[in-house]
């Protein structure tokens, strides 16, 4: 039986080990993985290996994977990854795994800055990327410091600014929490629609050179092939789209181009190495034949998955719709409840209060009783005192009567009983006097006692008050319980290929697109208000990259990925070559 080769291939987020004969070719290879992991939409893929050379270069879906130049070690390694891109990622890519893998592939260009991206995008990128991540952000859940082991931008972005890692986290979590309850697959889509209006977004670079010896760059993508300054990645001189392209051929380290237009002279550029000229092929005849399936009707395969996709759509709407309602109802309950809490503890409080006031009542209606007890008692001594004056004061007046009667009988005796009267006289209006003080005296006790009897029948009537208030705040309704709602691609290497002429007026449609941001306001206004921010907080004494130099340019002339491409494809393919030889 023949030895069995151990195969590792590293997809974006993980890694997938296959035995393989020594007769296995890279379609089966192919095959195996796509299968793994669920993919229909393959023709975007392919599998990357580093070469015996050191050069990254796709595996021939054609030839036994051991024929190939595979870099020898034990495992064999590959990397699964997007080769082609296409046009417009909201219109083409159908599954969520496809658009998952191209977004944690453009996001990982992005961060390691093969990609190209402004500051203030990158931070906006970073906000839909932990959406994709994290979902809706929730201040429960996402504390302080959940982004704390994430790398959210290009390190060029931390070093140009005046922020901490602590800073930039703060305002990449207010953008998030900006994104409400976006979904997920949403979330990478906006991601991916803002990255494809990115320069270097989907671009191969190939150092070339035109007859003259001129070190140069040609770009391949979804649209074409644009030829650019050796240093400018950003910014192409020159542009063919796919559809003014006839034939392709190369020769040793000559590459060959025939325009459809007969009139104009063969695009010929050299190349290094002829391994180089061999993919420059490869991603040639890709790019042409996704270029030109998106400009036919859809295969019945591509039907059957976005009549999927649309069904799968509409249900995840109605899903989403279901948790809205689930998460408002939570939320209402959870309103209620916290009411209703309040209102409890309110009550609480209410009570200990009354029952405060209770015992303060309490305490001051025995004082008041008390006191009432002590002026009944000093009110009945002042009567029995009142009542002895008044008996005494009526026995001198009887004695006193006597003696004036004794007086009259003898005169002899008169002289010597008024002295007596006189001071029985005095003695009397003593009394008398005593008599309505002690008469004054009992009026007040009698006063007080009555005011009394009154505080005590008002702190009654504050008591009943208070026990009614007490029994309504006891009847108060029961706190209702919060209920938990949980909620292949195998394109062959040759030395010539004719491309289909299949096309129409329509088919250039790409010159005239604009980026997102100019056709959602909204963005537009948020882009903006970052950039706004950051060149405030830009540090002056780190300098500028030469991209960032580009990009400023750009901006400043009014350039933007589409404008550039529309321009560079002016005028006739002849004017073109012959400005292309130029350089």
């Known amino acids: 039986m023949p030895k069995s080769i151990t195969v590792r291939v590293t997809t974006m987020d993980a890694e997938l080990e296959f035995a393989i004969q020594s007769s296995t070719t890279g379609k089966e290879l192919f095959e195996q993985v796509t299968k793994t992991i669920g993919l229909r939409e393959v023709w975007y893929f392919g599998l990357q290996y580093t070469d015996t050379k050191g050069y990254t270069t796709w595996l021939n879906l054609k030839k036994k994977v051991t024929h190939q130049d595979v870099k020898k070690e034990a495992p064999l390694q590959f990397k699964f990854r997007a080769k082609f891109h296409p046009e417009d990622v909201a219109e083409e890519l ?25 500051p203030e995008t990158s931070v906006l990128l970073a906000s839909y990327a932990v959406q994709a991540k994290y979902s809706t952000f929730n201040d429960d859940k996402h504390k302080s410091g959940y982004l704390s082991n994430e790398k959210l931008l290009p390190q060029r972005v931390y070093d140009q600014h005046k922020m901490t890692k602590q800073q930039w986290e703060e305002r990449i979590q207010t953008w998030h929490a900006e994104h409400g309850s976006m979904a997920r697959e ?17 671009v191969n670079y190939f150092e070339i050179q035109n007859k003259k010896k001129t070190h140069l760059l040609l770009g391949v993508d979804a649209l074409g092939l644009n030829v650019y300054e050796k240093q400018d990645k950003l910014t192409p001189k020159i542009g063919f789209p796919w559809s003014e392209i006839r034939n392709i051929s190369f020769s040793d380290k000559k590459f060959t181009i025939k325009p459809i237009d007969k009139k104009a002279p063969d695009f010929v550029f050299f190349v290094e190495r002829l391994r180089i000229n061999k993919r420059i092929l490869a991603l040639c005849m890709g790019n042409h034949e996704l270029y030109m399936r998106r400009r036919k009707p859809d295969s019945i395969e591509v039907q059957q998955m976005k009549a999927q996709q649309r069904e799968d759509k509409i249900q995840k709407e109605l899903d989403k719709t279901l948790l809205e309602n689930e998460r408002k109802k939570l939320q209402s309950e959870r309103e209620k409840f916290e009411r209703l809490e309040k209102a409890n503890k309110d009550l609480e409080r209410r009570l200990e209060e009354f029952q405060h006031a209770n015992a303060q009542l309490q305490a001051d209606l025995k004082e008041r009783r008390q006191a009432f007890q002590e002026l009944t008692a000093d009110k009945e001594r002042a009567e029995k005192e009142k009542q002895k004056i008044e008996e005494q004061r009526m026995e001198a007046e009887t004695e006193a009567r006597a003696l004036q009667e004794r007086a009259n009988e003898s005169e002899s005796q008169k002289a010597d009983l008024e002295e007596v009267i006189n001071a029985k006289l005095h003695l009397i209006e003593s009394l008398k006097e005593i008599e309505a003080q002690k008469e004054q005296e009992a009026v007040e006790w009698r006063q007080k006692a009555a005011e009394a009897e009154e505080e005590s029948r008002l702190k009654e009537v504050e008591m009943e008050e208070l026990r009614a208030q007490q029994a309504e705040a006891m009847s108060a309704p029961p706190v209702v319980e919060m209920r938990n709602l949980m909620a292949e691609n195998g394109n062959d290497e040759g030395d010539g290929n004719d491309l289909s002429q299949d096309f129409n007026e329509n088919d250039r449609n790409e010159e005239n697109r604009v980026t997102e941001s100019e056709k959602n306001k909204e963005l537009q206004r948020q882009l903006e208000a970052l950039k706004g921010q950051l060149t405030e907080l830009r540090d002056t004494n780190i300098t500028t990259t030469t991209n960032d130099q580009l990009h400023i340019e750009n901006v400043r002339a009014g350039r933007d990925k589409y404008k550039t491409l529309k321009q560079i494809r002016s005028g006739n393919t002849k004017h073109r070559i012959d400005e292309f030889e130029m350089l």
Do not use: W
């Open 94 to 118: 159908i599954q969520p795994i496809t658009q998952r893998l191209f977004f944690m592939q453009v996001r990982d260009g992005i961060l390691t800055d093969e990609i190209y991206c402004p």
């Open 186 to 202: 949403d979330a990478m889509i906006e991601y991916l629609k803002i990255a494809q209006d990115l320069e270097m977004y989907g």
